[in-house]
T-cell receptor, first 116, second 113 residues
Framework: DSGVTQTPKHLITATGQRVTLRCSPR?????VYWYQQSLDQGLQFLIQ???????AKGNILERFSAQQFPDLHSELNLSSLELGDSALYFC???????????????FGPGTRLTVL | ELKVEQNPLFLSMQEGKNYTIYCNYS?????LYWYRQDPGKSLESLFV?????AVKQEGRLMASLDTKARLSTLHITAAVHDLSATYFC?????????????FGTGTRLKVLA
């Protein structure tokens, strides 16, 4: 158990709908990262937050948005869902966004999203 | 475009054998990460390599980093069935100024009894 929690574990929805995925980082971790893992695209970095502020953006679609709250939990919002958005969505956390500590990431169990 | 390539993509090996997984990346980076993922599960951190020449070992796995060659290796010694999983390397480009982790394609390892 990495200490990172994600809810829900599974989500089944229809095209055009909107969903929210939630992540709670390890105690003390200030950075949260979101990833999408699909069979054809592999593991794709979406976005990173550090202590409530966006720090890095990857291949995140405009239909997707995220935020990190004062209690450091994060939410990933996916809207106007398409069939191709079906994937595993992982959240990871780390202690800091920079520095020489290695910034090791700890991954949550993931949310499996199925869009029908 | 930054690329992180792993080879092989698939590896089937007998128990007791040795093998190496390679991770090549196309940009400068002074840190590299190895992860393990079991089917349907999350990613587990294996190694964090922070400098050129870094070598780390845990059980039957040993990882090394050559930043000049932009190459990392994950060596498996005397493989056992429990090592069957998908292994990913990940790189953070030095020039990005941010922490955009770029993951490799993954190597699916199957150890046959």
């Amino acid at each position: 158990d990495s200490g990172v929690t994600q809810t829900p574990k599974h989500l089944i929805t229809a095209t055009g709908q909107r969903v929210t995925l939630r992540c709670s980082p390890r105690s003390g971790d200030l950075s949260v990262y979101w990833y999408q893992q699909s069979l054809d695209q592999g593991l794709q970095f979406l976005i990173q937050y550090y202590n409530g502020e966006e720090r890095a953006k990857g291949n995140i679609l405009e239909r997707f948005s995220a935020q990190q709250f004062p209690d450091l939990h994060s939410e990933l919002n996916l809207s106007s869902l398409e069939l191709g958005d079906s994937a595993l969505y992982f959240c990871a956390s780390s202690t800091r966004t920079s520095g020489r500590a290695g910034n090791e990431q700890f991954f949550g169990p993931g949310t499996r999203l199925t869009v029908l | 475009e930054l690329k992180v390539e792993q080879n092989p993509l698939f590896l089937s090996m007998q128990e007791g054998k040795n093998y190496t997984i390679y991770c090549n990346y196309s940009t400068t980076s002074d840190r590299l990460y190895w992860y393990r993922q079991d089917p349907g599960k999350s990613l587990e951190s294996l190694f964090v390599l922070l400098s050129n020449g870094a070598v780390k070992q845990e059980g039957r796995l040993m990882a090394s980093l050559d930043t000049k060659a932009r190459l990392s290796t994950l060596h498996i010694t005397a493989a056992v069935h429990d090592l069957s999983a998908t292994y990913f390397c990940a790189v953070v480009p030095s020039t990005s100024g941010t922490y955009k982790y770029i993951f490799g394609t993954g190597t699916r390892l199957k150890v046959l009894a």
